[in-house]
């Protein structure tokens, strides 16, 4: 092999792989993903979570509480009885809540490809003061995008009467 060869090749080889390997990535990145979903579109989706839970609950709206939950969960034989324990214990409505805190506890998710697989979070309105000077705690834990039907929405909720300690679980935890 001449000097010439020598130099050539290793430099047309790094650069047809440079190229293809851009090719590819391009590929991976250019391909459209089925639903956007950024961290920032996660807090906001769970703050209008919390807004809504709100709702149901100072009006004691099951059903609107219920639509809130994903069908795995409506699917509960037992879940409109949970949801009236959980208004048994709540009194009066919403005044305020301790807003230092983040609503948005904790998020997750996958995406493969540019497409999100699942995203997930968990939420919490701590310290919600009501009209019947009652103290509770709300969390609650959601997917808002899932590969698997049925999964969108709220797993399960749990409220907490901040004075008395007594808690009620709404719905089941899942992944």
Request: aromatic share 10%.
């Amino acid at each position: 092999m001449n000097m010439l060869t020598k130099t050539a090749l290793p430099i047309l080889l790094t650069m047809l792989l440079n190229f293809s390997s851009c090719e590819i990535m391009m590929d991976y990145v250019d391909e459209p993903a089925s639903q956007e979903v950024s961290y920032f579109t996660l807090d906001a989706d769970i703050e209008k979570l919390a807004e809504n839970i709100q709702q149901a609950f100072d009006a004691k709206d099951c059903e609107a509480l219920k639509d809130l939950f994903s069908d795995k969960s409506k699917a509960l034989p037992d879940l409109d009885e949970q949801i009236q324990v959980a208004f048994d214990l709540y009194k009066g409505e919403m005044l305020s809540y301790d807003d230092s805190r983040s609503i948005c506890r904790g998020k997750g998710g996958y995406v493969e490809k540019g497409k999100t697989i699942r995203a997930n979070a968990s939420g919490q309105i701590k310290d919600a003061m009501t009209s019947a000077d009652r103290s509770y705690d709300f969390y609650f834990y959601c997917h808002t995008v899932s590969e698997y039907k049925g999964k969108e929405g709220i797993s399960e909720l749990t409220i907490t009467d901040n004075q008395s300690g007594e808690e009620v679980v709404v719905g089941e935890y899942y992944k």
